[in-house]
């Protein structure tokens, strides 16, 4: 029995979808005022999809059930969460420039050109796609060098920091959703790059590798699996075996995995 499902059922006169029961784990560490990571990581850790608790397309019924339990039992408590929503138009990174300043940094169209010849801390980077991804490893390992990639945000601003670095020695790799959209959004970053090696940029999410998760942890959806047009033949065969599998994985699924695989990278790179 739940005492949110009912209650929703009686006041709203709507049947509880059938998947609500898995979000009583997260309503009771939200009456307990626990530490919640990042919405989409919520998501996930309870077998739900990343955006099925911030975005009302994703799964409607379930929602707009977590929505009326927020409003009608929490609204007086703030959420104790971290949060994903970091600035548009802009280049957030963390550990990459010699600052004072708190970590991560967020710079703007304005501050693009000044960064130039801006001191660097590290010479290494992870670029990570997913905001609530970059905002938790960050929370987690605070020292780590991380470039937010912001899923399909290119904008010029970004894009132009991320070719200077890469001209002043930065060496990057890439971690991002193993969905048709996300391989096609690690192809696009790559083109924008002139001297790093494929092989570096994906070394983290080789082919093989991404094959392994999605046969591991994959989920099942056509939409998200779809073909589409990539360039470079790494991320060609990545999506291939996305469209033959059938299945996709969310890069909050392999939250474990990555802190050993970026733990690792740093300390060999």
């Known amino acids: 029995m739940s005492q949110y499902r009912d209650q929703y059922e009686r006041q709203t006169g709507k049947a509880a979808p059938k998947?609500?029961?898995?979000?009583?784990?997260?309503f009771a560490k939200i009456a307990a005022g626990e530490?919640?990571?990042?919405?989409?990581?919520?998501?996930?850790?309870?077998?739900?999809?990343?955006?099925?608790?911030?975005?009302?397309?994703a799964d409607p019924e379930l929602y707009q059930y977590y929505q009326w339990v927020l409003t009608n039992y929490f609204a007086g408590q703030s959420l104790n969460e971290l949060s994903a929503k970091l600035i548009g138009m802009a280049f957030t990174c963390a550990n990459l420039f010699k600052t004072n300043l708190p970590q991560p940094i967020t710079l703007n169209p304005w501050q693009i050109k000044k960064m130039t010849e801006f001191p660097l801390l590290n010479r290494q980077a992870v670029i990570?796609?997913?905001?609530?991804?970059?905002?938790?490893?960050?929370?987690?390992h605070p020292d780590w060098p991380l470039i937010d990639q912001a899923g399909n945000?290119?904008?010029?601003?970004?894009?132009?920091?991320?070719?200077?670095?890469?001209q002043r020695g930065v060496a990057f790799t890439y971690l991002g959703d193993l969905d048709s959209r996300g391989i096609q959004i690690a192809d696009h970053l790559f083109g924008q790059l002139a001297q790093?090696?494929?092989?570096?940029?994906?070394?983290?999410?080789?082919?093989?590798?991404?094959?392994?998760?999605?046969?591991?942890?994959?989920?099942?959806?056509?939409?998200?699996?779809?073909s589409l047009t990539v360039t470079e033949p790494v991320f060609q065969q990545e999506l291939k075996s996305i469209n033959l599998v059938g299945k996709f994985?969310?890069?909050?699924?392999?939250?474990?995995?990555?802190e050993k695989l970026i733990g690792d990278w740093l300390k060999r790179s």
């Open 128 to 140: 990570i796609e997913n905001n609530g991804v970059f905002a938790l490893l960050l929370h987690r």
């Open 153 to 166: 945000d290119f904008n010029p601003a970004y894009v132009k920091l991320v070719q200077q670095l890469e």
């Open 249 to 258: 994985v969310e890069q909050e699924q392999l939250m474990s995995v990555y």
């Open 35 to 57: 530490s919640l990571p990042p919405r989409g990581q919520q998501a996930v850790d309870l077998g739900l999809t990343a955006h099925s608790l911030n975005d009302a397309k």
């Open 19 to 26: 998947s609500a029961l898995k979000l009583e784990p997260l």
């Open 196 to 226: 790093t090696k494929v092989a570096d940029f994906a070394a983290l999410q080789s082919p093989a590798q991404v094959f392994a998760w999605l046969n591991q942890y994959g989920k099942v959806d056509t939409q998200r699996t779809r």
